[in-house]
């Protein structure tokens, strides 16, 4: 993390990152319910974009608390992270979600 960067600008970006993933996933979810499995697995790809960007945010944080950087932990902070867990989970269960509908296509 650079000195020009607060943790809360870190924060922001991890919701940012984490929002635009989270309304990818459902909309893939909705298109999958339609049998637009194609559609589908194309938002989960875009999805997964916008969670490299906040791993790769939450890194630097992750990085600079190791290199001695020690930063307060804010509900800010908090409220960042879980929405970056969550989209995470919801992420894996859409897959889930996805497969299930096109298996149930094939049949």
Do not use: P, W
């Given at each position: 993390?650079?000195?020009?960067?607060?943790?809360?600008?870190?924060?922001?970006?991890?919701?940012?990152?984490?929002?635009n993933?989270r309304?990818?996933?459902?909309?893939?979810?909705?298109?999958?319910?339609?049998?637009?499995?194609?559609?589908?697995?194309?938002?989960?790809?875009?999805?997964?974009?916008?969670?490299?960007?906040?791993?790769?945010?939450?890194?630097?944080?992750?990085?600079?608390?190791?290199?001695?950087?020690?930063?307060?932990?804010?509900?800010?902070?908090?409220?960042?992270?879980?929405?970056?867990?969550?989209?995470?989970?919801?992420?894996?269960?859409?897959?889930?979600?996805?497969?299930?509908?096109?298996?149930?296509?094939?049949?």
């Open positions: 993390m650079t000195a020009s960067v607060s943790v809360d600008q870190i924060a922001f970006q991890l919701i940012l990152h984490s929002g993933a309304s990818s996933i459902m909309e893939a979810m909705y298109l999958a319910r339609e049998g637009k499995i194609g559609e589908a697995k194309e938002k989960v790809e875009s999805a997964k974009g916008e969670l490299n960007e906040a791993h790769r945010t939450q890194t630097s944080l992750i990085q600079a608390e190791a290199n001695g950087e020690k930063n307060d932990v804010t509900i800010l902070m908090v409220h960042a992270q879980d929405h970056l867990m969550t989209t995470i989970t919801v992420k894996e269960l859409a897959e889930e979600i996805i497969f299930l509908h096109e298996k149930m296509a094939k049949e």
